[in-house]
Each structure stands twice: as structure tokens, then as C-alpha cells.
């Protein structure tokens, strides 16, 4: 039961839950992309939200934590978002010989959320900055989601 402690704790801090994907376009010839994610709402205009994603055509992966700041106007939640990640897939090199490897980025970004039908369905758009390497690149996107 004392294992169980600290879990039960941290449910009772949850104060919503959203489960939802999005497409996009990224900067500097990455091209379009689509992904998942998940979130929590752990504290009054915060969130955790993990996030995976792909691009079209290319076997290049993120996954990413992300911490949310944001507040409700009603039925829109402009947000701002920081994040940490991992990259993994083939990059081009300079001799175009094709590698595969595995990088750390940092993601900003911002963004509005809003409610599209009663309860429920939710709609955002994003955008963010993603610092890898010495080139850094942007991502638009929108996605849907559901919100509990």
C-alpha cells in the first residue's frame, strides 16, 4: 500500500486528460508531418504532454516532453510550451551517404486552443521551434483532440 501512495497522490493532482493527433509542415525542406499526443492537467494553467510524431516519406521520429503555460478565456486557451526530445532516423550528410542516428533537441512554441463541439472535440494550432543542432526549424500544424 505505501508503493501505492505516491500514484494515488499524483491522481488526485490530475485535472484533465487530452488524447488527440495533428498534421502539419515543417521548415527547411523537412516537409509535412503528422503525430500524437497525450496530456495532463496537473496544476492550475499547466500541463505535461508527451508527444510522438513522423514525416511524410522520410523514417525520421520524434518523441518530446513538453511543460504547457496557458489559461482559459472562455472557450480559447492560448498557451506557451517548452520542451526536451529525442530524434531518431536517417539525416542527409554532406557526401549524401544516408545515416542513421539519434539526437537531443529543445522545442518552444505557442499555440490557441478551442472547443469545436459541446464538451468534448477540441481543436489547436501550434507552432514551434525545434533547436537541433546548428539548424534550427519550424513546425506549424493543427490537430484534434479529445478533452476530459
Same mark, same amino acid.
Given at each position: 500500500m505505501k508503493r501505492l501512495l505516491p500514484l494515488f497522490f499524483l491522481v488526485a493532482l490530475v485535472r484533465g486528460f487530452d488524447l488527440g493527433g495533428f498534421i502539419g509542415e515543417a521548415s527547411h525542406d523537412r516537409g509535412a /508531418?503528422? +503525430?500524437? *499526443? !497525450?496530456?495532463?492537467? $496537473?496544476f492550475p494553467f499547466t500541463r505535461?504532454?508527451?508527444? +510522438?510524431? =513522423?514525416? *511524410?516519406? #522520410?523514417?525520421? =521520429?520524434?518523441?518530446?516532453?513538453n511543460g504547457e503555460l496557458g489559461v482559459g478565456l472562455g472557450g480559447v486557451h492560448p498557451y506557451f510550451?517548452? +520542451?526536451?526530445?529525442?530524434? /531518431?532516423g536517417p539525416h542527409q550528410e554532406i557526401s549524401l551517404s544516408v545515416i542513421s542516428s539519434t539526437s537531443f533537441f529543445t522545442t518552444t512554441g505557442a499555440g490557441v486552443k478551442f472547443? &469545436?463541439?459541446?464538451?468534448?472535440? =477540441? @481543436? #489547436?494550432?501550434? &507552432? %514551434? %521551434?525545434?533547436? @537541433? +543542432?546548428? #539548424?534550427?526549424?519550424? %513546425? !506549424?500544424? $493543427?490537430?484534434? *483532440?479529445?478533452? &476530459?
Amino acid at each position: 500500500m505505501k508503493r501505492l501512495l505516491p500514484l494515488f497522490f499524483l491522481v488526485a493532482l490530475v485535472r484533465g486528460f487530452d488524447l488527440g493527433g495533428f498534421i502539419g509542415e515543417a521548415s527547411h525542406d523537412r516537409g509535412a /508531418t503528422y +503525430g500524437v *499526443f !497525450a496530456s495532463l492537467s $496537473v496544476f492550475p494553467f499547466t500541463r505535461i504532454e508527451l508527444e +510522438g510524431s =513522423k514525416f *511524410f516519406g #522520410r523514417g525520421e =521520429k520524434q518523441i518530446c516532453l513538453n511543460g504547457e503555460l496557458g489559461v482559459g478565456l472562455g472557450g480559447v486557451h492560448p498557451y506557451f510550451s517548452v +520542451g526536451v526530445g529525442l530524434d /531518431t532516423g536517417p539525416h542527409q550528410e554532406i557526401s549524401l551517404s544516408v545515416i542513421s542516428s539519434t539526437s537531443f533537441f529543445t522545442t518552444t512554441g505557442a499555440g490557441v486552443k478551442f472547443s &469545436i463541439a459541446p464538451l468534448l472535440m =477540441k @481543436m #489547436r494550432i501550434d &507552432i %514551434r %521551434r525545434f533547436s @537541433m +543542432g546548428s #539548424r534550427p526549424y519550424y %513546425r !506549424a500544424y $493543427v490537430g484534434l *483532440f479529445f478533452s &476530459i
